[in-house]
Protein backbone atom coordinates (compact mmCIF):
# COMPACT_ATOMS: atom_id res chain seq x y z
CA UNK A 1 0.00 0.00 0.00
CA UNK A 2 1.60 3.55 -0.97
CA UNK A 3 1.78 6.01 1.26
CA UNK A 4 2.61 9.96 1.85
CA UNK A 5 3.29 10.47 5.26
CA UNK A 6 3.52 14.93 5.72
CA UNK A 7 5.55 16.22 9.51
CA UNK A 8 6.66 18.92 10.34
CA UNK A 9 3.92 21.57 9.83
CA UNK A 10 3.63 24.34 12.77
CA UNK A 11 2.82 27.78 13.39
CA UNK A 12 5.38 30.36 13.50
CA UNK A 13 5.56 33.94 13.10
CA UNK A 14 5.52 35.92 9.25
CA UNK A 15 8.92 36.34 8.07
CA UNK A 16 10.01 32.97 9.53
CA UNK A 17 11.18 30.03 8.27
CA UNK A 18 9.57 26.18 8.38
CA UNK A 19 10.69 22.80 6.78
CA UNK A 20 8.42 20.22 6.41
CA UNK A 21 8.66 16.58 5.14
CA UNK A 22 7.35 14.21 3.38
CA UNK A 23 8.07 10.44 3.28
CA UNK A 24 6.84 7.83 1.38
CA UNK A 25 6.32 4.14 1.81
CA UNK A 26 5.02 0.91 -0.37
CA UNK A 27 6.49 1.97 -3.75
CA UNK A 28 9.38 3.64 -4.52
CA UNK A 29 9.50 7.34 -6.46
CA UNK A 30 12.73 8.05 -7.72
CA UNK A 31 11.67 8.06 -11.15
CA UNK A 32 8.49 10.11 -10.79
CA UNK A 33 7.95 14.16 -9.85
CA UNK A 34 6.94 14.66 -6.69
CA UNK A 35 5.10 18.12 -5.56
CA UNK A 36 3.55 20.19 -2.63
CA UNK A 37 0.21 21.76 -2.90
CA UNK A 38 -1.64 23.22 -0.20
CA UNK A 39 -5.57 24.35 0.29
CA UNK A 40 -7.20 26.67 2.82
CA UNK A 41 -10.65 26.09 3.82
CA UNK A 42 -13.01 27.02 1.17
CA UNK A 43 -10.90 27.09 -1.76
CA UNK A 44 -9.34 24.84 -4.20
CA UNK A 45 -6.14 23.00 -3.51
CA UNK A 46 -3.19 24.86 -5.62
CA UNK A 47 0.30 23.78 -6.50
CA UNK A 48 2.61 24.91 -5.06
CA UNK A 49 5.74 23.52 -5.85
CA UNK A 50 7.72 20.32 -7.52
CA UNK A 51 10.71 18.28 -8.25
CA UNK A 52 12.00 15.57 -11.28
CA UNK A 53 12.89 12.31 -10.50
CA UNK A 54 16.41 12.78 -10.48
CA UNK A 55 16.29 16.13 -8.39
CA UNK A 56 17.16 18.31 -11.31
CA UNK A 57 15.01 20.15 -12.25
CA UNK A 58 12.63 22.32 -10.27
CA UNK A 59 8.98 24.27 -10.76
CA UNK A 60 7.29 27.12 -8.62
CA UNK A 61 4.01 28.90 -8.27
CA UNK A 62 4.91 32.40 -8.71
CA UNK A 63 3.46 33.25 -4.78
CA UNK A 64 6.13 31.00 -3.74
CA UNK A 65 9.34 31.44 -6.01
CA UNK A 66 12.27 32.61 -4.29
CA UNK A 67 10.95 32.08 -1.03
CA UNK A 68 10.33 28.30 -0.49
CA UNK A 69 12.87 25.27 -1.78
CA UNK A 70 11.89 21.93 -2.71
CA UNK A 71 13.92 19.27 -2.37
CA UNK A 72 14.41 15.53 -2.82
CA UNK A 73 16.16 12.54 -0.85
CA UNK A 74 15.67 9.33 -3.24
CA UNK A 75 17.88 7.28 -0.87
CA UNK A 76 15.15 7.73 1.56
CA UNK A 77 12.24 8.45 -0.63
CA UNK A 78 12.02 11.54 1.30
CA UNK A 79 10.32 15.09 -0.02
CA UNK A 80 10.99 18.63 1.78
CA UNK A 81 10.08 21.74 1.61
CA UNK A 82 11.87 24.57 3.01
CA UNK A 83 9.77 28.01 3.41
CA UNK A 84 11.33 31.29 4.04
CA UNK A 85 10.21 34.68 4.77
CA UNK A 86 6.67 33.03 5.38
CA UNK A 87 3.79 35.45 4.69
CA UNK A 88 0.20 35.13 6.31
CA UNK A 89 -1.05 34.06 3.07
CA UNK A 90 1.33 31.08 2.76
CA UNK A 91 -1.16 29.37 5.96
CA UNK A 92 -2.89 26.28 4.76
CA UNK A 93 -2.75 22.23 4.86
CA UNK A 94 0.25 21.56 2.60
CA UNK A 95 0.29 18.52 0.72
CA UNK A 96 2.89 16.02 -0.31
CA UNK A 97 1.68 14.61 -4.17
CA UNK A 98 3.56 12.10 -6.46
CA UNK A 99 2.47 11.62 -9.87
CA UNK A 100 3.72 8.30 -12.73
CA UNK A 101 6.56 10.09 -14.73
CA UNK A 102 9.61 12.37 -14.53
CA UNK A 103 7.89 15.20 -16.23
CA UNK A 104 7.23 18.22 -14.42
CA UNK A 105 3.57 19.16 -13.79
CA UNK A 106 1.85 21.62 -11.75
CA UNK A 107 -2.13 20.03 -12.62
CA UNK A 108 -3.55 18.73 -9.79
CA UNK A 109 -5.19 16.16 -12.10
CA UNK A 110 -1.93 14.39 -13.06
CA UNK A 111 -0.90 13.40 -9.54
CA UNK A 112 -1.57 10.30 -8.27
CA UNK A 113 -0.42 9.89 -4.74
CA UNK A 114 -1.60 11.76 -2.04
CA UNK A 115 -0.67 12.52 1.73
CA UNK A 116 -3.35 13.30 4.44
CA UNK A 117 -1.83 17.01 4.92
CA UNK A 118 0.26 19.18 7.66
CA UNK A 119 -0.76 22.08 8.56
CA UNK A 120 1.01 25.17 8.52
CA UNK A 121 0.12 28.83 10.20
CA UNK A 122 1.90 32.10 9.76
CA UNK A 123 0.83 35.09 12.30
CA UNK A 124 1.47 38.46 11.32
Known amino acids: QVQLQEQGGASVEAGGTLRISCKAS????????MGWFRQVPGEERKFVAAISGNGENTLYADSVKGRFTVSRNNAENALGLQMTRLKPEDTALYFC?????????????????WGQGTQVTVSS
Open 26 to 33: GRAFNSDT
Open 97 to 113: AARRGMGLNNAIETYVY
